[in-house]
């Protein structure tokens, strides 16, 4: 019998014994986790605690398959479980009955609750489940005590590959399961997910410019989906809550939007514009007997997010300023129309080489990095732009806090070139080289028509 502080290191290089014998080796750490050493090399932990008048050896894994880590954590929970008066077998049992982290996963997704005490959305529940499909195939069959910070780690690292975002999330998803579980007490163990360090997170600032927007409404108003993309515009309200506008929650004549529960869990009124109003009343005027305003066949019976549909926008819009940057005659212009009647994919390939022909590179006019929550960003970005407080914006889109409408602060240049435009010219004017401190006002870009 030996007494050693196990580490990989240490347990790997200590000498076998000798052909036919064993050897049990004690953790300083843990003084009743031990582990078992044969002279071919194979090495077990055990749990060795006195049972009555006889000793119990409590099997927990082979090494080094199982870490020291683990047999840590397991030996702590098997000594608890003496502790409370349970026999070798029951111990035992205690082990086999804990959860993988996909029985966890899956009691986490039937059992969690929102802040408002509704069931997680089917559509959150779908995320979560592409996130363990595409990320924790390493860990969905092991105990939650064997999976350790490094496991949590390699999971972000593989994810990140893809997404910095998608990382995050999996380290997200693996902590709250973790959290979940110790809070219906099935689990007491650490969560791996704790102190996993994050990517640091991208500032998303993009917002349909003034130039941009001639090409993306006309776009959008070819669409079969122009009412849906035209009210996420004109509200800025959440994707998600226009998908599932219902027309009990409007209020025409009084132009009010009643949505009852937000992402953020707080109702919210959405004041609509004379622009959203004539839109809902043309669709009012046209629609079946669904409750909702974007009908759909599925399970929700609403509109699902049309992705497809928007990336078709966007390519449309894209194709639109190349088009303009091509400077097209008119009979050119007639011979576009009908190509893009056609195909949108012809369209884009005859003049995708027409511009690569004249040496203008067709990805200088993309729009494709558009997606559709800066739609709601667009309102915003606008309302700073034509003078509306922090405090309104906020109000507006239903912010619950200032840090999601401070970066409308720092979308619009306008303000600040109107500013240094003035003094530029004021100290000109003061140095006798400049007869008036006027700046002309900013030109607008135009589609053609």
Do not use: C
């Amino acid at each position: 019998m030996a007494n050693l502080k196990f580490s990989k290191t240490a347990l790997l290089s200590y000498p076998l014994p000798e052909a036919g014998k064993r050897l049990t080796i004690y953790d300083t750490e843990v003084p009743k986790l031990a582990m078992r050493v044969t002279s071919n090399g194979t090495r077990t932990f055990y749990v060795i605690k006195r049972s009555g008048a006889g000793m119990a050896w409590v099997k927990l894994g082979a090494f080094p398959e199982m870490t020291v880590e683990q047999a840590r954590t397991e030996a702590a929970k098997i000594l608890g479980e003496f502790a409370s008066g349970a026999n070798p077998a029951a111990a035992r049992r205690a082990v086999r009955g804990e959860p993988t982290f996909a029985e966890a996963f899956q009691t986490f997704l039937a059992g969690k609750r929102k802040r408002d005490g509704t069931p997680l959305a089917d559509s959150t529940k779908r995320d979560y489940e592409d996130v363990l499909r595409l990320y924790m195939g390493s860990i969905a069959g092991k105990k939650l005590s064997q999976i350790e910070r490094s496991d949590v780690k390699a999971i972000q690292r593989k994810a990140n590959t893809k997404s910095e975002a998608q990382a995050d999330r999996a380290v997200a998803v693996v902590s709250a399961v973790f959290t979940f579980m110790a809070d219906q007490e099935i689990f007491n163990g650490p969560n791996p997910a704790s102190r996993v360090q994050k990517n640091l997170p991208a500032s998303r600032d993009r917002f349909a410019q003034a130039f941009e927007l001639p090409y993306l409404l006309e776009a959008i108003a070819r669409s079969g989906q122009l009412d849906y993309f035209l009210l996420s515009l004109l509200t800025g309200a959440r994707r998600s809550n226009v998908q599932a506008m219902a027309w009990r929650d409007l209020d025409l004549p009084g132009a009010v939007w009643r949505i009852s529960k937000t992402k953020n869990g707080t109702p919210q009124n959405v004041a609509l514009s004379p622009e959203a109003v004539m839109v809902l009343e043309a669709r009012r005027e046209r629609a079946g007997t669904s409750p909702f305003v974007f009908p759909g066949t599925g399970k929700t019976g609403h509109l699902v997010e049309p992705k497809k549909a928007w990336a078709t926008i966007l390519r449309t819009a894209s194709l639109f300023r190349l088009l303009d940057a091509l400077k097209l005659d008119d009979t050119a212009q007639a011979e576009s129309e009908a190509l893009l009647a056609r195909g949108l994919a012809k369209a884009e390939k005859r003049y995708h080489a027409q511009a690569q022909a004249a040496g203008i590179d067709p990805a200088d006019f993309a729009m494709t990095d558009l997606r559709i929550h800066d739609l709601r960003r667009t309102l915003g970005s606008w309302q700073a732009k034509t003078g509306a407080s922090l405090a309104i914006i906020g109000k507006s889109l239903n912010h619950k806090t200032h840090q999601a409408t401070a970066i409308y602060a720092r979308l619009d240049l306008d303000p600040i070139r109107q500013s240094v435009n003035t003094a530029t010219a004021a100290m000109l004017e003061a140095a006798g080289l400049k007869d008036g401190a006027d700046v002309l006002p900013l030109a607008k870009a135009r589609r053609k028509a």
